[in-house]
């Protein structure tokens, strides 16, 4: 299983990002999918995640900021993230929910 997060990068508050992460080695298509992040300094805690049917759920701290989405063609989550904020700073983490497996996280810096 290998899990390749891409998209993160330095934005300026306000701004907009989308995290991709590409899949392999699994069935994507009946894949439950999850994005984490982990901050510095804080515990690893979930943004949002999605289901093999579709059926998204997200965190309370990015409520209303985020959309998770899933290409199960590209075998592909992504991460849309909107009015960042500072605090949105972390390393951000695709997770592959049958078995628990994990990429390698890929770093959003949000500027003031």
């Known amino acids: 299983v290998q899990l390749q997060a891409s998209g993160g990068g330095l934005v300026q508050a306000g701004g907009s990002r989308r995290l991709s992460c590409a899949a392999s080695?699994?069935?994507?298509?009946?894949?439950?999918m999850a994005w984490y992040r982990q901050a510095p300094g804080k515990q690893r805690e979930l943004v949002a995640r999605?289901?093999?049917?579709?059926?998204?759920n997200y965190a309370d701290s990015m409520k209303g900021r985020v959309t998770i989405s899933r290409d199960n063609a590209k075998a592909t989550v992504y991460l849309e993230m909107h009015s960042l904020k500072p605090d949105d700073t972390a390393v951000y983490y695709c997770?592959?929910?049958?078995?628990?497996?994990w990429g390698q996280g890929t770093l959003v810096t949000v500027s003031s």
């Open positions: 999605i289901s093999r049917d579709g059926t998204t």
């Open positions: 997770n592959l929910m049958n078995g628990n497996y």
């Open positions: 080695g699994i069935i994507f298509s009946i894949s439950n």
